[in-house]
């Protein structure tokens, strides 16, 4: 099938010299403020209160996980960043300014790679820095940088289709980090993987965040995951959407795949898990009375 | 049973082979036999000698130059019209509105019914000609790049505004190649109605074109030019979809 080029993980995550393009983002940007935000789907009767009471801080550069149970409002807090929805109530503010819509500034990575299927690799990760406004030139330089960064230089003459799930993963998430932005959304961006290539896409991704500096939410149910990845992890509630816990994962990093047999992780992981498994619970009591 | 796979194959590129000129002989003969009025159903022998009359003593080649152009142009500009409009009024609700209304009243009106007003508008002109063609290919186009707008992957245009992509560029960085395989379905479907649409034109007034010489040629019951003229059609028009097949494979290079 398709050649899935492995990941080396042992390299030193320092910028190799020869990347011009792929450098930390500068300053203290990338900071993440929602403030008592509530979201409502359509109206009178039909409608339906998905987030309610939401508020979650965010510093520059963190990287912080979103779980919870499915339907809980991960995806419409995501949803809220990057300014596809409005919330009904609140205000969300990257960097001191609200969100009124989506931008350059917060790249996105679906669960989909809904990469342009017309563009070649290289056209799709060139794409971002040729909306704004750079040289074909300093765009493709740019784009080289990135697919080098995920090990797929050598495919960049390709098509999408051409690629493996693992492989178009990969391109989106360089496509949306050549982009240079402040924030970085990804919502279960690994979830249609197998779980090798999952290992792999999670500990590029890790390296990939100590080298740009970029802060990251990212939304998996996937405890595991969640910890292994993150500096926080944000445990939501379903029915309406809210937050149940902020736990902090204070794992020494760099961390490799290893660090998932450490007595730490068990410890943190069975804290997220009970409460979870409470929550899912209880969510099913309530659906029960429900009907 | 009796026959082998091999054999079944062979039989079955024969009868490929054999299918037109079987058609050919078949009318040859039948044309030939006493049948039929010779006159009104002339062989395919006396059908190529008229049209080898037409071709060297004839206009045989202005008629085609004639009724290609009008296909081109009423063809070209309905479509350039209704993909641009199409990709409008699929992505701006305001647009849409304002237009769609107007464009499900018209567009069930078959081009030919416009022929008489179109004389008086008109007159004989290739404008007029134009016009009928354009007014076939448009709603055509229209609908199927409207379409196409829509149904393009909602994922793929938050993507791309997530890359600081400008609402002005979505049309030909996304909308645009999104909806290419529908246009082209739309594209190819026009082809052959702008075919229909130019005979309608040509037999409402002309002086050139080759229906217009076919109508004329059965006016002087010249059956056998009338009928060449109809085979020219045929092959100018599945000439015309191949060279559009080979032209859409290009336009999706992706899929
Ligand atoms: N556009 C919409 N209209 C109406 N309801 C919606 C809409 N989008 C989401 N919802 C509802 O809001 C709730 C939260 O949805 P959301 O997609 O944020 O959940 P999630 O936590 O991402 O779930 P999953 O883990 O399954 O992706 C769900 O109950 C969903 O049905
Ligand atoms: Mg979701």
Not at chain 1, 163 to 172: C, E, I, P, W, Y
Not at chain 2, 234 to 248: E, R, T
Request: net charge positive; aromatic share 10%; hydrophobic share 50%.
């Amino acid at each position: 099938m398709n050649p899935e080029i492995p990941l080396s993980t042992s390299t030193s995550p320092v910028a190799q010299p020869s990347r011009q393009y792929a450098a930390p983002i500068a300053g203290q940007s990338g900071h993440i403020a929602i403030d008592q935000i509530r979201i409502a789907f359509g109206t009178g009767k039909q409608s339906f209160l998905a987030v309610e009471n939401f508020s979650l801080e965010i510093e520059p550069g963190e990287f912080v996980c979103l779980i919870g149970p499915s339907g809980c409002g991960k995806s419409t807090v995501l949803n809220s960043i990057a300014g596809f929805i409005t919330p009904t109530q609140g205000t969300v503010s990257v960097d001191n300014r609200q969100i009124d819509g989506p931008g350059g500034d917060r790249g996105m990575v679906f669960q989909q790679p809904s990469l342009f299927p017309w563009k070649t690799v290289l056209g799709n990760v060139a794409h971002g820095p040729l909306m704004a406004g750079k040289s074909k030139a300093v765009a493709h330089g740019i784009a080289q940088d990135f697919l080098e960064m995920v090990g797929l230089a050598n495919f960049k003459k390709h098509y999408p289709m051409m690629l493996s799930g693992g492989m178009q993963q990969r391109v989106a998430i360089a496509r949306a980090l050549a982009n240079s932005p402040q924030v970085l959304l990804m919502d279960e961006p690994f979830g249609a993987l197998d779980a090798q290539t999952r290992f792999m896409m999670q500990e590029n991704l890790l390296k990939l965040w100590q080298d740009l500096k970029t802060t990251v939410v990212f939304v998996t149910h996937d405890i595991d995951e969640a910890i292994f990845l993150a500096d926080r992890v944000v445990v939501m509630s379903a029915n309406p959407g809210r937050i149940l816990k902020d736990i902090s994962i204070p794992l020494p990093r760099p961390r490799a795949i290893e660090i998932l047999l450490d007595q730490k992780f068990a410890t943190l992981k069975k804290d997220c898990f009970d409460l979870i498994r409470q929550e899912s619970l209880l969510a099913f009591e309530q659906q029960k009375i429900g009907t | 049973m009796g026959i082998s796979k091999q054999r079944q194959q062979l039989l079955n590129r024969w009868a490929f082979i054999l299918s037109i000129p079987l058609f050919f002989g078949g009318w040859e003969i039948i044309s030939r036999s006493g049948m039929v009025n010779p006159v009104l159903f002339p062989p395919p022998t006396l059908v190529a000698l008229a049209l080898y009359k037409w071709a060297t003593q004839g206009p045989l080649l202005v008629d085609i130059a004639m009724s290609l152009s009008r296909v081109l142009v009423g063809f070209i500009s309905g479509a350039v019209a209704g993909i641009l409009i199409g990709i409008l009024t699929g992505r701006y609700q305001f647009i849409a509105n304002l237009l769609t209304p107007v464009f499900q009243l018209l567009r069930p009106i078959p081009p030919i019914a416009f022929v008489p007003i179109v004389i008086l508008w008109f007159g004989l002109s290739e404008l007029g000609k134009w016009f009928l063609v354009f007014w076939g290919v448009f709603f055509t186009v229209w609908i199927a790049a409207h379409l196409g707008v829509q149904r393009v992957d909602k994922t793929l245009i938050r993507a791309a505004q997530c890359l600081g992509t400008p609402e002005q560029k979505m049309l030909p960085e996304v909308l645009l190649p999104g909806a290419m395989p529908y246009i082209l379905v739309g594209l190819r479907t026009s082809v052959s109605i702008s075919f229909y649409t130019l005979v309608a034109a040509e037999l409402a007034g002309t002086f050139s074109g080759i229906a217009y010489r076919i109508d004329i040629a059965q006016q002087n019951l010249q059956v056998g030019q009338s009928l060449g003229g109809l085979i020219i059609l045929g092959l100018i028009s599945a000439m015309a979809d191949k060279a559009f097949g080979v032209f859409s494979k290009k336009m999706v290079w992706w899929s």
